[in-house]
């Protein structure tokens, strides 16, 4: 079982523009590749900015105005490595819908956008039930699938029943967030019980 990381969602080989790319060149850009934003890249393919559309809008004015005059900056990036939910903090931090994806080297490598998260979370509860049973319940854990009912209803996981040991109680829950399209863990799991004196 592997969390979903950055480098899964990101758009690979993204559209960039230069801080001298004309306001009208972005805006054909947006257009032609139906996007909503462009990363603003330096001589050497690092983000310095993002261009979005409410950029453009705000200053539509302006033909003269350069990504440069546009652009929100500093860009706010992830890492591909990072988890999904990493990034997702990120965005609601700084409030942007896309961060620019950079490699070590920090140049440019992908974009993940808000709408890329929202995919996600789109999971079939069914699909996310045989993950927990099989992969985190059976595979990982080595629990017998009989001794934990797992209910998902709208990404949204209830665990019932008894593990082997109470120190798997937050191990479980812990596993169980890790899965891709869980919204929440409701754990009313119980460690085992003491047997007769």
């Not at 997702?88 to 920090?106: C, I, N, S, T, Y």
């Not at 008894?162 to 899965?179: D, K, N």
């Amino acid at each position: 079982m592997r969390h979903r990381s950055v480098a899964d969602l990101m758009t690979p080989h993204p559209v960039g523009v230069r801080a001298a790319t004309a306001f009208k060149e972005v805006a054909r850009l947006l257009h032609e590749y139906d996007i909503t934003a462009v990363p603003v890249v330096d001589a050497d393919g690092r983000p310095v900015g993002v261009v979005s559309e409410a950029d453009l809008l705000r200053r539509r004015a302006g033909g003269t105005s350069t990504a440069g005059d546009l652009m929100s900056s500093p860009a706010v990036t992830a890492r591909p490595e990072w988890s999904v939910v990493r990034a997702a903090r990120v965005m609601q931090r700084h409030e942007v819908k896309r961060l620019p994806v950079v490699g070590a080297d920090g140049r440019l490598i992908g974009v993940l956008s808000r709408s890329d998260l929202v995919r996600l979370f789109l999971r079939r509860d069914q699909a996310i039930r045989e993950e927990i049973v099989e992969d985190v319940i059976v595979r990982t854990l080595g629990i017998a699938p009989s001794s934990v009912t797992v209910d998902v209803e709208d990404g949204v996981v209830v665990l019932s029943g008894t593990v082997p040991g109470a120190e798997l109680l937050p191990v479980v829950e812990r596993l169980c967030q890790s899965v891709d399209g869980v919204v929440d863990v409701d754990n009313r799991l119980a460690g085992p019980t003491a047997g007769p004196a």
